[in-house]
């Protein structure tokens, strides 16, 4: 198991990260959100050693990973964009990958470059930044570590290449293995993830399987008729997402609330699919859309 | 720990990278020292005695021991070689602060000693190589000349390894510098500080002596390893120890380098502070001694000059320092 445990990162007099803890479990898709400056991509990157921590520690299977960075040919990065590695060959990489990562898996490496069309005496930089994704994560899942960080894989990558990209990933999971993924792409998210870690203000601010995030939290389109009062969404457990005339839409975390409204007759109650972009909107501040 | 350290996928990576210095540095190698023979013995071939093989006749009448006869070349061979190391050493660990190249190397399953102690190796084999292949062709010219008779092989090959200490050890430095800057310039910068500093300090002392009596300052010449690179009469027991102290200290400093400041100046927290500190004083120094020899001679001239170079390099760093720069 990779474990996060209350990490703290200042850089140039500001706290990027304070006091960020989660864990990953093997088999799991864990989805890192948070608007921009978070401190998402430094979280990975102290995650990985590329940082050293202030405070706090990251172990993979109780070793501390700083300490012992061995451990890391189980722990793979993959940034949102492979410039490190822009002066070498497609091949050069496999073949300096396969040397540093002992597991590396030299068949699937070639085989998806050949299913995207890359051929390996190609150079990196020659690549548009959809297949330089596709290429960076292709390297980074043939390395068969077992916990994989990628970093906005999808960041101005087109909406073939993202498709790409995700069955790339889903079908490289095993359930010794791991990804984190941060990223804005909630949509792509909603249908992979198994768990959330939302980041506010470099704090890990609450963290979610996909499941009981829908047993949670419940997306409802609220119609308020002959005079009922709207007040009753005054309340810290509600969200309005959207309000046009009498018809809110909202999401609401309490179930009382939502049986008290469901008795009321004045009211006409709709539920709606959660989607995560609508609960990241709420949980990261953003002002919802009244009219 | 050795076989530990001999990780093949570090060492491919590490030597890919630095393989074109490999290749330069054989190349200015050759240039600088068994090109020269080369050419003596392709004109004797020739049949031409004149020309710039005179030079060599000249020499030998001149000087009864015949290993002298290679000195200057060699001393120039030593000079290159530096250079040559340093710009190695800026390629190894200048170039790495851009295009998040140290950010990939500190995500590897490596400790950064390892990292560190492997570039070095490499470095320390690129040096060795190229130095000794280019004089190996050159004992071969020098025989084929017809001149081995005449040199004093052992005080040669003793020159020789006090001259792989010495580009070593100059390469260690080099290194050394480079785990403190966060940029290619800064690097390159900073080296050229190193070479020349003490050179500056020796022109500053012998103006504030004179002025302040201070005896220890007039002393300046005798102080050890003040003069490194320009000097070079260092015997190896002082390279030694420069080479021992600047691989501790480039160990100690790129494990302790932080990668989210690469783009600064400095990458290490207390030579940022040691970094205002001298520029701030180094400039003071400076317009002292400009004032004192272009405005106003004499002990207030040099006073006013010191404190507004004081204030001037104060403000410089400060701005300087707030930069981050792409190269």
Same mark, same amino acid.
């Given at each position: 198991m990779l474990r996060i445990e209350t990490i703290e990162k200042r850089i140039d007099n500001r706290q990027v990260l304070s006091g960020v803890s989660f864990e990953v479990e093997p088999g799991q898709i864990v989805g890192l959100l948070g608007r921009?400056?978070?401190?998402?991509?430094?979280?990975?990157?102290?995650?990985?050693g590329i940082y050293n921590p202030d405070s706090g520690k990251v172990t993979l299977d109780g070793i501390d990973v700083h300490a012992k960075p061995e451990v890391k040919r189980d722990l793979v990065f993959i940034p949102d964009a492979p410039t490190a590695l822009e002066g070498y060959k497609l091949g050069e990489c496999g073949r300096m990958f396969a040397r540093i990562y002992p597991n590396f898996d030299m068949d699937f490496f070639q085989d998806t470059l050949k299913q995207f069309g890359l051929a390996e005496g190609q150079k990196v930089r020659k690549l548009s930044k959809g297949m330089k994704m596709l290429f960076s994560t292709t390297l980074g899942?043939?390395?068969? !570590?077992?916990?994989? =960080? *990628? $970093?906005? &894989?999808?960041?101005? @990558?087109?909406?073939?290449?993202?498709?790409?990209?995700l069955a790339l990933i889903m079908e490289a999971l095993t359930p010794e293995s791991s990804?984190?993924?941060?990223t804005h792409m909630l949509h792509e998210l909603d249908r992979i993830a198994d768990k959330i870690v939302l980041l506010r203000d470099g704090k890990t601010d609450e963290q979610w399987t996909l499941e009981q995030l829908q047993?949670?939290?419940?997306?409802?389109?609220?119609?308020?008729?002959?005079? !009922?009062?709207?007040? =009753? *969404? $005054?309340? &810290?457990?509600?969200? @309005?997402?959207?309000?046009?005339?009498?018809?809110?839409?909202?999401?609401?975390?309490s179930e009382e609330l939502y049986s008290l409204l469901s008795d009321n007759n004045k009211l006409l109650i709709d539920e709606l699919p959660l989607t995560l972009e609508d609960w990241f909107m709420w949980k990261s501040g953003g002002d919802g859309d009244a009219a | 720990m050795l076989?530990?350290?001999?990780?093949?996928?570090?060492?491919?990576?590490?030597?890919?990278?630095?393989?074109?210095?490999?290749?330069?540095?054989?190349?200015?190698?050759?240039?600088?020292?068994?090109?020269?023979?080369?050419?003596?013995?392709?004109?004797m071939e020739s049949?031409?005695?004149?020309?710039?093989?005179?030079?060599?006749?000249?020499?030998?009448?001149?000087?009864?021991?015949?290993?002298?006869?290679?000195?200057?070349?060699?001393?120039?061979?030593?000079?290159?070689?530096?250079?040559?190391?340093?710009?190695?050493?800026?390629?190894?660990?200048?170039?790495?602060?851009?295009?998040?190249?140290?950010?990939?190397?500190?995500?590897?399953?490596?400790?950064r000693n390892h990292i560190y102690l492997v570039k070095l190796f490499i470095g320390f084999g690129i040096v060795v190589a190229s130095i000794m292949i280019n004089v190996l062709l050159d004992i071969a010219m020098l025989i084929a000349l017809d001149l081995g008779f005449m040199m004093m092989w052992e005080s040669y090959l003793v020159y020789i390894g006090e001259l792989l200490l010495l580009v070593i050890s100059a390469y260690s430095i080099g290194m050394f510098v480079g785990t403190i800057s966060g940029t290619l310039i800064a690097h390159i910068t900073f080296?050229?500080?190193?070479?020349?500093?003490?050179?500056?300090?020796?022109?500053?002392?012998?103006?504030?002596?004179?002025?302040?009596?201070?005896?220890?300052?007039?002393m300046y010449n005798d102080y050890p390893l003040t003069t490194y690179f320009f000097d070079m009469k260092y015997d190896s027991y002082h390279s030694l120890i420069v080479l021992i102290v600047t691989i501790g200290l480039g160990v100690i400093h790129y494990r302790s380098n932080h990668a989210e400041y690469n783009g600064r100046w400095v990458v290490v927290p207390i030579w940022e502070k040691i970094l205002i500190i001298g520029f701030t004083i180094s400039s003071g120094l400076f317009f002292g001694v400009y004032v004192h020899y272009q405005h106003h001679s004499g002990t207030i001239g040099y006073g006013i000059g010191f404190g507004f170079g004081l204030l001037i390099g104060y403000v410089m760093i400060k701005l300087l320092n707030r930069l981050r720069v792409r190269f």
């Open positions: 921009n400056g978070t401190g998402k991509t430094t979280m990975l990157r102290t995650i990985v899942l043939a390395t068969r !570590a077992r916990y994989i =960080l *990628l $970093d906005e &894989p999808t960041n101005g @990558v087109d909406v073939i290449a993202k498709k790409q990209l990804i984190v993924i941060s047993q949670q939290v419940r997306k409802l389109q609220i119609v308020f008729t002959n005079g !009922a009062s709207a007040q =009753l *969404l $005054d309340q &810290p457990c509600v969200h @309005v997402l959207q309000q046009i005339g009498p018809v809110h839409t909202v999401l609401m975390e | 076989p530990k350290i001999f990780d093949r996928g570090l060492w491919w990576k590490e030597l890919r990278q630095a393989r074109l210095m490999m290749v330069v540095m054989l190349i200015v190698g050759f240039f600088a020292l068994p090109y020269t023979h080369i050419r003596y013995y392709f004109i049949g031409e005695i004149y020309g710039e093989l005179m030079h060599i006749v000249r020499d030998l009448k001149e000087t009864t021991a015949g290993f002298w006869i290679v000195e200057d070349l060699l001393s120039s061979f030593l000079s290159t070689m530096i250079v040559m190391s340093l710009i190695l050493a800026v390629y190894q660990l200048g170039l790495e602060r851009h295009g998040q190249k140290q950010e990939f190397n500190f995500s590897l399953p490596y400790s080296t050229i500080v190193v070479i020349y500093y003490p050179e500056f300090l020796k022109w500053s002392f012998r103006t504030i002596s004179y002025l302040y009596n201070i005896s220890f300052l007039q």
